[in-house]
């Protein structure tokens, strides 16, 4: 999925960061599934919009809505795990 852009939400009190990530194209499952491969997935597919979380226990937290073009990930420790590393693992995908 290509980014387009990364937009600066939110610096919380415990040093993680939130970013807003904005894709090219729409969120389907088969990139949420894709996304989610090694980490927990939360889907909600009965959700009027359908509802997703993954969460990688140690690096981050990823919230987002199947259809949408963009999501927001709550990076748990910027030092080790950056946005740059998320970036560039979900251009891949």
Do not use: W
Request: charged share 30%.
């Amino acid at each position: 999925m290509k980014v387009v852009s990364v937009k600066h939400v939110e610096d919380c009190f415990d040093g993680s960061f939130i970013k807003e990530v904005l894709f090219a194209e729409e969120i389907t499952k088969e990139i949420i599934l894709k996304l989610s491969q090694d980490d927990v997935l939360k889907y909600y597919q009965d959700f009027p919009r359908p509802f997703f979380k993954i969460i990688r226990k140690t690096c981050y937290e990823i919230k987002g809505v199947q259809g949408n073009k963009s999501i927001r990930i709550h990076l748990k420790n910027p030092a080790e795990y950056c946005i740059e590393d998320f970036t560039a693992s979900i251009e891949s995908v």
